[in-house]
């Protein structure tokens, strides 16, 4: 019978540390009927929030274009192939460095539009689930997030402009 390794380091399995919370309960608040709960889950602060918000928008983006690049892809390819006709009339076949470059140009027209409609759907997407977050501000107070942002106007432009 062979030796069988029953060593610590051979049979645990190590696991990442646990991702901190992104909100915490904070107690309710007259505006929150606190009959139906005692406790509403919140940001710690607005720079939380607009860290979450921000890779949650990218992460939206970032998945839109993977799509947005494979149809892209597809149809551009479809676009700069030799049309059927020309190969029954016995012409050559196509010049691949001809090619390439019809695809390189075509990639990038179809691009530049799905870049902003993935910038514009993701806005919209995340927009109104973080609109409607909460942010704990002075000792135990919550806002709803677009309302604190909009307490804080000079902070909010800057941070929408980016």
Same mark, same amino acid.
């Given at each position: 019978m062979a030796w069988e390794d029953f060593s610590m380091s051979a049979t645990v399995v190590p696991f990442d540390p646990p991702v901190p919370l992104l909100r915490g309960p904070v107690a309710a608040g007259l505006a929150d009927e606190p009959s139906?709960?005692?406790?509403?889950?919140?940001? +710690?602060?607005a720079? $939380?929030?607009? @860290?979450?918000?921000? =890779?949650?928008? *990218? &992460?939206?983006?970032?998945q839109c274009e993977a799509g947005a690049r494979a149809g892209c892809s597809i149809s551009v390819s479809n676009m700069c192939k030799l049309p059927w006709w020309r190969i029954i009339l016995g012409a050559k076949s196509m010049d691949f460095?001809?090619?390439?470059?019809?695809?390189? +140009?075509?990639?990038? $027209?179809?691009? @530049?539009?799905?870049? =902003?409609?993935? *910038? &514009?759907?993701?806005?919209?997407?995340?927009?109104?689930?973080?609109?409607?977050a909460r942010i704990m501000a002075?000792?135990?107070?919550?806002?709803k997030g677009m309302?604190?942002?909009?307490?804080?106007?000079?902070?909010?432009?800057q941070w929408w402009s980016k």
């Open positions: 139906s709960r005692s406790f509403v889950l919140a940001f +710690r602060d720079a $939380s929030w607009r @860290a979450a918000f921000r =890779a949650t928008e *990218s &992460k939206v983006v970032e460095a001809e090619r390439e470059q019809c695809e390189e +140009r075509e990639m990038f $027209s179809c691009m @530049a539009p799905a870049k =902003a409609a993935c *910038s &514009k759907f993701a806005r919209e997407k995340c927009i109104p689930a973080f609109q409607e002075r000792g135990s107070t919550t806002y309302r604190f942002m909009a307490e804080n106007k000079q902070e909010d432009e």
